[in-house]
């Protein structure tokens, strides 16, 4: 449960301004879509305005996102799963715009990590209670700093290893599609699997490594409810790095089920750091942010303290 401290009431600029939407009416196959109307009508229940922004590509959502931040939102509610909140943080970061998460996608891992409920309609409630009562909680986001300056905000986990390679290659395949798809790129980079070099940088520190995965946490989870960095908390102003070294095929299909339990980080090859700047250096790596394609290695990641206000 995220603390409540004595500036959790902030007045400003947007405690007059519409609550803003973005949904993606095909996060979690679909299986929302139905109730969007409800889930709409209960943070109207606030007594606030809504806006629904449309927009019909992952670009035209964050721009959309943007504008409607830079246009005086009061609020901004991601109603999807971890892909369309990474879309709308990229607004709402470091601007004081309060900002609240309905998971109602596949992968929900940052709503549920920062205490939203996973039914939908229980997290619109609490989102519509915390307008009502002008109650926002600070929250820590990840600021990722690529070679060229370009700059993005993660809430999750970052992946810079095995499993950011399996998502590209699965994004480059045409077939099959679904599920199955994502299964067969592990097949095929399991074939694959070597440890590769890595420089760390944690907090200016130099850390030479020989690694088949690379997480760097500002929540616990990723990956639908993997405990991956288990102990990191969003409001410690710090990011745990996790890092799992020179790994078999064999121990990592062995060890990777403890992940769900968080158990992982007893294994002899697993190591945890915590810092509040990670430099992360590899060869032909991509990385993956809340589980959106990002920028390619190196990326310098920093902690941000207080740089969402969450609506709980």
């Not at 299986?31 to 109207?44: K, S, Y």
């Not at 806006?51 to 939102?73: H, N």
């Not at 616990?220 to 990011?239: K, V």
């Not at 990641?301 to 740089?307: D, L, Q, Y």
Request: proline share 7%; charged share 20%.
């Amino acid at each position: 449960m995220l603390p409540v401290t004595a500036d959790d009431h902030p007045t400003g600029p947007h405690a007059g301004g519409p609550v803003v939407v973005l949904t993606n009416p095909t996060a979690g196959r679909g299986r929302h879509r139905a109730v969007l109307p409800r889930l709409l009508d209960g943070l109207a229940a606030a007594g606030r305005p809504v806006r629904l922004l449309s927009a019909s590509s992952p670009g035209e959502a964050e721009a959309a996102c943007r504008t409607a931040v830079a246009d005086g939102a009061g609020a901004l509610v991601a109603i999807g799963g971890d892909g369309t909140v990474h879309l709308a943080l990229q607004a709402a970061a470091g601007t004081g715009v309060p900002f609240g998460a309905v998971p109602a996608g596949t992968g929900n891992d940052f709503a549920l990590d920062t205490g939203f409920p996973a039914d939908p309609l229980a997290a619109v409630a609490v989102i519509a209670e915390a307008l009502r009562a002008g109650r926002t909680h600070a929250l820590d986001l990840a600021r990722m700093t690529g070679v060229d300056g370009t700059h993005r905000w993660y809430g999750a986990v970052l992946a810079a290893g095995f499993d950011a390679i399996v998502n590209e290659r699965a994004n480059r395949m045409r077939w099959p599609r679904g599920p199955r798809r994502y299964d067969l790129a592990i097949l095929v980079e399991l074939a694959r699997l070597r440890p590769r070099r890595y420089t760390l940088r944690l907090d200016g520190e130099p850390h030479e490594l020989d690694a088949v995965l690379v997480a760097v946490g500002n929540c616990p989870t990723y990956g639908g409810g993997m405990r991956i960095c288990p102990d990191a908390d969003p409001t410690d102003g710090l990011l745990d790095v996790v890092v799992a070294g020179r790994v078999n095929r064999r121990t990592l299909v062995r060890v990777k089920p403890r992940i769900y339990r968080g158990t992982h980080l007893s294994h002899p090859l697993v190591r945890s750091y915590r810092a509040r700047t990670v430099e992360l250096t590899a060869e032909g790596i991509t990385t993956y942010a809340d589980g959106e394609r990002s920028l390619d290695l190196p990326v310098t990641i920093t902690a941000v303290p207080g740089a969402l206000r969450l609506l709980r």
